[in-house]
């Protein structure tokens, strides 16, 4: 079956601009994680959905990011005035309920010129 | 929140058995054990989760000893396709925010 998909596979973007990120999570999965990874780092929560309950933003790194999800199934990053700092692969994750096992996506590179 | 503690990097050689140990001293009461895989250019894989004692599936199988403040991941008769960085989480599975939090990992490389 399908598994998480995003898109874009890759974004190059000036400084300063605002992007958007999408996820698709594996149908009926009702948990949708998004989390960061720089170059040769572990992974950052960033946002975490689980059903129609408010979501975790505990681990968003300013107020430039945000995230929704419309219908409890796809779900947009969206990084506003994006700073060099910013470049990492942004990815998304789903599993059937919070805690158990997250089957990834491919990710997006962004990378912030 | 439970820490985990990993080697950086380890090297082995395909047919070798391989283990991984990852150390959480402070593990709670209901964290349960995780690892996930992660090659170049993807998501990470889930391998395997546990509480306690042994855990074994068709690709791995995880130690916990008595007190679980470590676990080991073991990698039986590895190929070269096994090279990645593996990841060790302690969490709770009703809890979305322990779950979520990944170290370093370890990076390992099979030679032939």
């Known amino acids: 079956g399908a598994g998480v998909s995003q898109s874009p596979s890759n974004k190059v973007t000036e400084k300063g601009k605002d992007v958007e990120l999408r996820c698709d999570p594996i149908?009926?999965?009702?948990?949708l994680y998004w989390y960061r990874q720089s170059l040769g780092q572990g992974l950052e929560f960033l946002i975490y959905?689980?059903?129609?309950?408010?979501?975790?933003k505990s681990g968003l790194p300013s107020d430039r990011f945000s995230a929704e999800r419309t219908g409890g199934s796809v779900s947009t990053l969206t990084i506003q005035r994006t700073q060099q700092e910013d470049s990492a692969v942004y990815l998304c994750?789903?599993?059937?309920?919070?805690?158990?096992?997250?089957?990834f996506g491919p990710g997006t590179r962004l990378t912030v010129t | 929140l439970a820490k985990t503690t990993q080697p950086i990097s380890m090297d082995s050689y395909e047919g070798q058995e391989v283990n991984i140990t990852c150390s959480h001293n402070?593990?709670?009461?209901?964290?349960?054990i995780t690892w996930y895989q992660q090659f170049p250019s993807q998501g990470p894989r889930f391998i395997i989760q546990?509480?306690?004692t042994k855990v074994t599936n068709e690709v791995a199988s995880l130690f916990i000893p008595a007190d679980r403040k470590s676990s080991t991941l073991s990698l039986p008769r590895v190929s070269l396709s096994d090279t990645a960085v593996y990841y060790c989480?302690?969490?709770?599975?009703?809890?979305?925010?322990?779950?979520?939090?990944f170290g370093g990992g370890t990076r390992l490389m099979v030679k032939p």
């Open positions: 994750a789903s599993s059937l309920q919070q805690g158990v096992e997250q089957y």
């Open positions: 149908s009926g999965h009702t948990a």
């Open positions: 959905f689980q059903g129609n309950s408010a979501p975790d």
């Open positions: 402070n593990i709670a009461t209901n964290d349960y």
């Open positions: 546990g509480y306690k």
């Open positions: 989480l302690v969490g709770k599975r009703g809890n979305a925010g322990n779950m979520l939090t």
